[in-house]
């Protein structure tokens, strides 16, 4: 493997990781967009920059900042290598891993679903926690905004699960389309 190679597999990684964590933004957009309408007919809501128009502006932009980031991190990797110089400086100009390719894709997409169920645990038992306790405080009522993250925290362990029980299907599975797109 040379250095550039080594490189390029790093930088494509962090490009995923961000993309599985900048979809945390979506659900806070569409949250804080509902609400903001749902506010709307109340005479005490202000529809001012303050009201919608700059936390919208900001969310959108901070999505945004993720997509291009994602984007340059997946496909402009030579870019950054050349304009970094990250390949120069070794003292060597190959780099010696007795791991074949599928191991490294391995490796990755396990570290990737460990990271994301690191992340999404904790928040879906805080959010269980929270949930319980509005439930005794209110009643039975409904809480929408415990509920939606509840669901969105316990759908993102369980795909962290997945990635890291069923790494080896995952990696047959991209081996299997970069032969197709060879043929």
Do not use: C
């Amino acid at each position: 493997m040379t250095p550039r190679s080594f490189w390029t597999i790093l930088i494509k990684l962090v490009g995923v990781w961000l993309l599985f964590n900048s979809l945390s933004s979506i659900p806070q957009i569409i949250g804080l967009l509902y609400n903001s309408f749902n506010s709307f007919g109340n005479s005490s809501f202000d529809i001012t920059f303050t009201g919608i128009i700059i936390p919208t502006f900001l969310l959108l932009l901070s999505l945004g900042v993720y997509v291009v980031v994602f984007l340059i991190l997946i496909f402009k990797t030579d870019f950054i290598i050349g304009k970094f110089k990250l390949d120069k400086g070794f003292s060597e100009e190959r780099l010696e891993f007795n791991i074949s390719q599928t191991s490294v894709l391995q490796i990755a997409i396990i570290v990737i679903g460990a990271l994301m169920l690191v992340d999404s645990l904790p928040a879906f038992f805080r959010h269980v926690y929270s949930y319980v306790i509005s439930v005794n405080q209110r009643g039975n009522e409904w809480v929408p905004d415990n509920k939606g993250w509840l669901f969105y925290t316990l759908i993102q362990s369980i795909v962290a699960y997945l990635l890291m029980t069923n790494s080896r299907t995952i990696v047959s599975y991209i081996n299997k389309n970069i032969k197709n797109e060879e043929n």
